[in-house]
């Protein structure tokens, strides 16, 4: 931006708007307030409510220079963050969905600074494609995502990022390793059939002529082993379809996944925290493509650069759909109230509910929360009212803490 302006800077996106205003900070230093939110899961994008969150901030305080860095922690969301952050664009792609008689239009994000491809397994192989007498994690698929994954090293990254929230399966990542050459056989040498149902019949790994040969890291905020009381078929399998025999026969055959990746590839991934994320699909990642599992929130703030951002910052506004006990869990919320307070700014979280005391969050060093439903409200009625609902309460951050 020009020295000679004496506007608000914000930054929407890959966009510099400019806003009336002057700097009316400490000895003339324009306040400057970074906007990091989550998004409001199927109501608003990350993006949007960054943009809204700015604009009644603005409206407020008109004077403050304005940082917006969209957040997400490896789920739905993640490419767009990391999109908007670093200038990428979106590369289409058809590949089979969760189910293998279904075709979907997926894609991934491009990010051409340093040939990274962000692949989101949600946008192939999300519960969010199927309707709910379709939800059947004997039967459904990671190959769509592995399609995926193949389509990003053929446009040249190399560096793919897996986001994997969302899913839809609970196959061990057995579907995506088949989409990228791997075989898995039974007993009489023929392909097992896709899906969780078929793991315990696997007796040969074939692993492809080719591996993949560029690094590949999980974005993942849950450390549920990949098998057992915590895994990933007890844990996630029957908010996925599974009744209690598939939670049974399912936990078995991530088990027998487990041992026949050991014995024959010489990778264990039984017992590795965050293994169990997605179905399954992190262990996967680890034993067929060689991945890393790494922290979703920290990977998007260090790709969006937000400790560079917060290390002057006043005020920092987080947030996200429900903020809770699980908010500070490796969620967005968590990561970036704990980068600000390591930079030194004050943190504030506006979240369409509140489930947690003033007492834990003033406990957690975060210094204002405000709830966009008020008491007795409905949900359905402020789903629909969602925008209205979010830049009302940032406009009400802004009246109490900003003035001056």
Known sequence: MGGGCAGVAVWLGTCWRLTGGRGDGEAGRRMKIVIAMDSFKGTLGADRACGIVAEAIVAARPGAEIVVRPMADGGEGTAAALMAASGGRWVPATVMGPLVEMEV???????????????EMASASGMGLLRPEQLDPMKTTTFGTGQLVRAALDHGAERILLGVGGSATVDGGVGAATALG?????????????????????????????????PVDVLCDVDNPLCGPHGAARVYGPQKGATAEMVEALDAGLSHLAALAADQLGVRV????????????????????????VSGIETVMTQAHLRSDVGDADWVITGEGRFDAQSMRGKVVSGVARVAREGGARVAVIAGQV?????????????????????????????GRSEELLSEAAGRFARRHLAG
């Not at 899906?195 to 315990?200: E, F, R």
């Not at 039984?270 to 493509?289: K, S, T």
């Open 355 to 383: 489930g947690l005391s003033e007492r834990v969050w003033q406990a957690a060093g975060i210094g204002a929360v405000l709830a966009c439903m008020s008491p007795g409200m409905d949900l359905p009625s402020a789903l």
């Open 182 to 214: 791997w075989r898995f056989l039974a007993g009489d040498g023929t392909a097992v059939p896709p899906g969780g149902g078929g793991l315990g019949r696997i007796c040969e790994i074939v692993p492809p002529n080719c591996g993949i040969e560029v």
């Open 270 to 293: 039984r017992d590795l925290p965050g293994a169990g994320a997605a179905g399954g699909l992190a262990a996967g990642a680890v034993a067929f493509m060689d991945a890393r599992l």
């Open 105 to 119: 239009r997926a894609g991934f994000a491009w990010l051409p600074a340093d040939r990274t491809a962000v692949v």
